[in-house]
């Protein structure tokens, strides 16, 4: 590589490095796996460097290699075997009843309550959640993280915003 | 066109996140307006979006933790070319270390060679003096010595007209000096034996380097143009130096 391309390199992933760890801690839920991961993604993205195209989203480029660089470490092949229903459409509730004005009354003005059923989202929901709501990626971009259709990303969303606000409902809450 | 039907869940997601065209925001916007219910759905996603984000942020990276990441991208390149340079110098290094030790080796083996060469000198001038041996032709007159030579080596070479004082010639022998053909001409000086060695001048063991002196003999080199000449003696260095000189003169085209 180029000095130009690793000075460029640099200039793209050192404002990404809070994110990347911040996402690589809620893959590992380990600080020194989170950082170990992020510093194997940075050294596996300097390689590839060249294969990155310029004009497209670095940033979604730089996430998928720290998601493929987790689902191949031990603690991403354990959490892989976790049965995830979401893409089989036909076990899905799609069931959208007609939601009444209490059924928004979730509460969000108690933070710990949301911090904790973010915790208790399954791993792949709270996942595309992450990259919707923190990191901002676009869905097409979050398609090219997850390698899955815009499809899947649109439905995930929909069922990980669903069973968040199910956590949240004050008389689940009560039980949080 | 207003919509009549409440939004779909992903339709409303779309919408909070920005993923709807303008015309298709739009659209969203007008229903909004009129229905109370998705606008309520609407206003608990985006907070539950911006809660979500708040919980997840939680979790930031260590100061320490991001430094050391931060240390992993910027010196990347500045790190490898030092390593190609440590290995640079480090082969240069190992290349002189391997010039240091193939000159000291070359030096041990010319050492050992001139030293092996000496040696070599010193047992045939001492077998030239033991009793039981005489050269193969025994003459004091150079014009019997030299023909002698004649087809026996793939050289020649002239003998001096007059030889220096109290010096007389023996005889000769045909040897091996250094793997190479020789002629070994006797000589006396005051009564002293002295063995001259003639080789065609090579590349091979620089006699220059022959210690002066070995075992109380004296061993002096000396080369024309074309031949190695090198005289063993126990008489004084200084008669045996004007032999020698006399036998490089009778080299010299006449």
Redesign the interface.
């Known amino acids: 590589m180029s000095f130009a391309n690793s000075a460029t390199f640099e200039q793209l992933a050192l404002p990404l490095l809070p994110s990347l760890y911040s996402h690589a801690f809620w893959l590992c839920r380990n600080h020194a796996e989170a950082e170990d991961l992020v510093q194997e993604t940075i050294s596996k993205a300097l390689r590839a460097f060249d294969s990155f195209e310029a004009g497209t989203n670095f940033k979604a480029w730089i996430f998928r290699i720290l998601r493929n660089t987790f689902l191949t470490s031990r603690s991403g092949i354990a959490a892989s075997r976790t049965v995830f229903l979401e893409d089989h459409p036909d076990l899905l509730d799609t069931s959208d009843t007609s939601p009444t004005p209490e059924d928004h009354l979730i509460r969000l003005d108690n933070q710990a309550a949301v911090n904790e059923a973010l915790d208790r989202l399954q791993p792949p929901l709270r996942e595309v959640l992450l990259l919707c709501d923190v990191e901002e990626l676009k869905y097409k971009d979050i398609a090219l993280v997850l390698d899955v259709p815009i499809g899947t990303v649109m439905s995930r969303i929909s069922r990980a915003r669903r069973t968040l606000h199910q956590l949240l409902q004050p008389q689940l809450g009560e039980s949080l | 066109m207003t919509q009549t039907t ?1 939004l ?3 339709q409303l ?2 919408f909070i ?1 920005g ?1 709807l065209s303008s015309g298709e925001a739009l659209e969203v916007q007008q229903h909004l307006a009129d229905c ?2 998705c606008a ?2 609407v ?3 985006t ?16 100061p320490e ?2 430094n ?3 240390a ?3 010196p ?2 500045p790190k490898k070319t030092a390593r190609v340079y440590q290995f640079r110098s480090m082969a240069w290094a190992a290349l002189a270390a391997g010039l240091v030790l193939a000159i000291s080796l070359l030096g041990w083996r010319r050492i050992h060679q001139t030293n092996a060469l000496s040696a070599e000198l010193l047992d045939q001038h001492l077998a030239t003096l033991s009793s039981g041996a005489s050269p193969e032709v025994i003459s004091t007159d150079r014009h019997t010595v030299k023909p002698w030579f004649q087809g026996k080596l793939p050289f020649s070479f002239n003998l001096p007209d007059a030889l220096p004082a109290d010096t007389a010639l023996k005889g000769g022998d045909l040897t091996y000096l250094n793997g190479q053909p020789a002629a070994l001409l006797l000589f006396t000086i005051h009564k002293h034996e002295v063995s001259v060695f003639l080789t065609q001048r090579t590349s091979g063991p620089t006699v220059t380097t022959l210690p002066g002196i070995r075992s109380g003999f004296a061993i002096h080199h000396a080369a024309t143009q074309d031949l190695q000449l090198i005289a063993v003696s126990d008489v004084d260095p200084a008669d045996l130096d004007v032999l020698v000189s006399a036998l490089v003169q009778a080299q010299s085209p006449r």
């Open positions: 409440h779909a869940p992903e997601n779309a996140d993923e109370r219910s309520l759905r206003l608990s996603a907070q539950l979006k911006a809660a979500t984000a708040r919980a997840a942020q939680r979790f930031a990276a260590p933790a991001l050391r990441l931060a992993q991208l910027r990347q390149e």
